[in-house]
């Protein structure tokens, strides 16, 4: 990933330049429904989207944004590199700057997907989007895609920091306010709850492995090897263990400003679990449990995510 940092910091500084401009009530707009970053994405790159031809080598990271989808990505992609760096007939369009595209498919211009026709497989491809947004060729062609998930209470909270910290993104006077918008699915990339419900029917899917961002947290080199064995690479148990340790929370908090520039201290800020209990109040605490009972406890990603042991005090 670490190949991809100057498409994602230039995009990135021009985008946050100029929402800076801009007043809040246009900081975003909504496509099918939902809402989205106006200097990030547009309703032009969205209908160019869905002529977009997926392969089957292609590796989809998928996530509800702040689930952990930047650090699992640099996990993705230092595995993907380190396979190719094996197979000398494999090449690696990482390595080429000319051919590098900001990793998140939604986010540019409407050429973008031009462009990315030329990138070599394996291509590694991020997105907030939910799958029924996604081009269907994506699921057609049977890319492999890794949806990640996050409990709903750290995730909230874990926004909240970010929303006030994005110039892209609209800020909020206090966590109350923006914990009504959050619960009411008013959020750049939708609702929380509809994102884990319409993923959890693709759970079974042949093509989708589901890794929760606290698994990975608890155990980080089962996560790289369970990731490694899904797209079926071939590593040594010395290379997963490079891939471990270039992969944790404080080596890219602490490279972050290389490879995020300005915003590197925004997208890596605490990176653990139950930091929720520094902002929700009981109230909050009760209404989100019931939402979360209500909406997601029966299905699948649901269960996964393990409620009762991260989101209960």
């Not at 890794?146 to 110039?167: E, I």
């Not at 918008?181 to 042949?206: L, N, Q």
């Not at 064995?229 to 400003?257: P, R, Y």
Request: proline share 3%; with cysteine; net charge negative.
């Amino acid at each position: 990933m670490a190949n991809h940092r100057k498409k994602f910091i230039d995009l990135l500084d021009k985008a946050m330049a100029a929402a800076d401009m801009m007043d809040r009530e246009d900081l975003l707009f909504s496509y099918k429904g939902i809402l989205f970053p106006t200097t990030m994405c547009s309703p032009e790159t969205f209908k160019a989207l869905e002529s977009f031809e997926a392969r089957s080598e292609d590796v989809i990271l998928a996530g509800y944004p702040k689930s952990g989808t930047n650090w699992v990505g640099q996990i993705l992609n230092n595995l993907v590199t380190t396979a190719a760096e094996n197979n000398e007939d494999e090449t690696n369009s990482l390595n080429d700057k000319e051919l590098e595209e900001f990793p998140y498919l939604e986010v540019g211009d409407p050429e973008k997907y031009q462009r990315m026709e030329k990138l070599s497989s394996r291509r590694v491809i991020f997105t907030h989007l939910l799958p029924q947004n996604l081009p269907e060729s994506i699921f057609k062609n049977k890319a492999k895609i890794l949806v990640l998930v996050r409990n709903p209470k750290d995730v909230a909270t874990s926004f909240y920091y970010f929303n006030n910290g994005m110039s892209t993104y609209p800020s909020y006077e206090t966590w109350d306010e923006f914990f009504t918008a959050f619960m009411t699915g008013k959020m750049p990339g939708g609702s929380y709850f509809d994102h884990i419900c319409e993923w959890s029917k693709h759970d079974d899917d042949e093509n989708v492995m589901t890794l929760t961002y606290e698994e990975l947290k608890e155990n980080r080199a089962w996560g790289v090897k369970k990731i490694a064995e899904f797209l079926g690479l071939l590593l040594t148990e010395e290379q997963l263990q490079a891939v471990v340790e270039g992969s944790s929370f404080q080596a890219m908090k602490a490279k972050s400003q290389k490879t995020h520039g300005g915003v590197g201290n925004i997208l890596f800020r605490k990176g653990g679990v139950n930091d929720w209990k520094t902002l929700f109040n009981e109230d909050q605490n009760q209404e989100m449990d019931k939402t979360f009972e209500e909406r997601l406890a029966r299905t699948k990603l649901g269960a996964k995510i393990k409620y009762e042991v991260y989101c209960k005090t």
